[in-house]
Structures are given as structure tokens and as C-alpha cells.
């Protein structure tokens, strides 16, 4: 079973992706929009980790978790890229950011069991920070939409790297997949308080 769900995950995380392949010439139309958004998430450690950190819990929690979660980060943080668009300013976006990957990699390593509202209501405070950060740091010649599709998709093929990761972790054994998944939050959790004070 959880082959099968390995191979999906993949396929999924696979098709995601796809679409950045198609636009070989940047700087075109929306495309220039597009290709800047879907690298924005990727180019920071912070937002790698965070997003792939809300895949790992969403796998972890379980049951209707494992799209609830993921979605909520996703849909806020198109709501706070909106803001961030529009030049709205929240105070602490950068500490937020790296707050949100100590906290989720905290959660992950206490195997804290959440329930599902509480868990998406954590993800989406944390989502309006990256929100927010993508949207401001949208260039001005991107065109709105394309780059916000960039971003959001690149963070959907993220949330999919992380419920990849617990499903194979979960291969492992079930006591030595909790080990390693749970190991694997507590170093973003210390990668996140590094970000918090400025070491990386």
C-alpha cells in the first residue's frame, strides 16, 4: 500500500513540476511572471523548509490532515501574496518566517498530535508571512496572476515532497520511520532557530 502511495505521490509531485519545463523562454508575456514565482519558494532555505515541513506534519497527523493542512497553507498564503502585492505591510514577516520552520519542525519532532482544525489554524498564521513575502518580492514587470500561479504551484510540489518523505519514511518501520521523521523536524527546528538569529 504505501508503494502504491509512493508512486503516486511521486507522479504528482511529477506533474507539478511539469509545467515549469514548458517555459524555456523567460521574459515572454506571463511567462516571466510564472518562471519567477514557482522559483521564488525555492530559493530560500526558510520557505524549502517550512513548506516541506507542512507536508511531513499533514503525513504525520494523518486521515483528512494530509489535504487539509497543505490546502490551508496553500490558500492562505495565496490571500497574504495578495497583500504582499498590494504593498500592505505586517511587521516581522522574516521572523515569521523562520518561526514557522521552528515551530513545525518542533511539532514534528514531539510528535505533537494536533487535531486537524488546530493544526491548519498553525499553518495558516505561518502561510500569511510566506504570503506576504512572496507577494512583495514580486518583480514589477511579473504579471500578478502568472506569478502568484508560480508560487502556489512550487509550494503544492513542496507540500508534496513532504508527504512523500513521511510516506517513505514510514517504509522504513514503524518505530525507526517515527525516528527519522521525527529527527527530521528537530533539525529544521534547528535550522530554524539559526534563521531566527541570523546564522544562516
Known sequence: MFSKSI??????TALVLAPSLAFAHTGVGDTAGFV???????????????MVMVGVLAWQLGGRAVWIVPST??????AGGALGMMGIAIPFVEAGIALSVLVLGAVIAFNI????AAAAAVVGLFA?????????EMPAAAGGMAYAAGFMIATVAL???GITMGYGLAKMGETRGSFVTRASGGVAAVAGIALLSGLI
Open 113 to 116: 498530535r494536533a487535531p486537524v
Open 128 to 136: 500569511i508571512f510566506h504570503g506576504l513575502a512572496h507577494g512583495a
Open 7 to 12: 508512486k503516486l505521490s511521486a507522479a504528482l
Open 159 to 161: 507540500h508534496f515532497a
Open 73 to 78: 497553507f496553500v490558500g492562505v498564503m495565496a
Open 36 to 50: 519567477h514565482g514557482f522559483s521564488h519558494p525555492l530559493s530560500g532555505l526558510d520557505h524549502v523548509l517550512a
